[in-house]
């Protein structure tokens, strides 16, 4: 098993930046492809980055691509996410998640999860 914790979710102007963390404990670390996903209030959770075991792939939203940066530090057990260019569309509960099998898009295919940070961007 693995546990997950994010962090540095908060508010922030349309334009700005943050970047999530998500620290993990338990099982190996680098067993895990890693992603990150967001629910906004009355809507699906859905897709945002996923990143593989090795850190060396990537896949993104559309809705984000060029603009958010997942990425993952194997020494801290920590995946980031990056966030630049925030819009007020991005304003959602951010989850990290981890599978082991592979850099997946859907939710149901995480085995576990965070309890959350939310994201506020303000226009």
């Known amino acids: 098993q693995v546990q997950l914790v994010e962090s540095g979710g908060g508010l922030v102007q349309a334009g700005g930046s943050l970047r999530l963390s998500c620290a993990a404990s338990?099982?190996?670390?680098?067993?895990?492809?890693m992603g990150w996903f967001r629910q906004a209030p009355g809507k699906e959770r859905e897709f945002v980055a996923a990143?593989?075991?090795?850190?060396?792939?990537?896949n993104y939203a559309d809705s984000v691509k060029g603009r958010f940066t997942i990425s993952r530090d194997s020494a801290k057990n920590t995946v980031y996410l990056q966030m630049n260019s925030l819009k007020p569309e991005d304003t959602a509960a951010y989850y990290c998640?981890?599978?082991?099998?592979?850099?997946?898009?859907?939710?149901?295919?995480?085995?576990?999860w965070g309890q959350g940070t939310q994201v506020t961007v303000s226009s």
């Open positions: 338990g099982r190996t670390f680098s067993s895990y492809a």
């Open positions: 990143i593989s075991r090795s850190g060396r792939r990537t």
């Open positions: 998640a981890a599978n082991e099998r592979a850099v997946i898009s859907v939710p149901d295919e995480y085995d576990y």
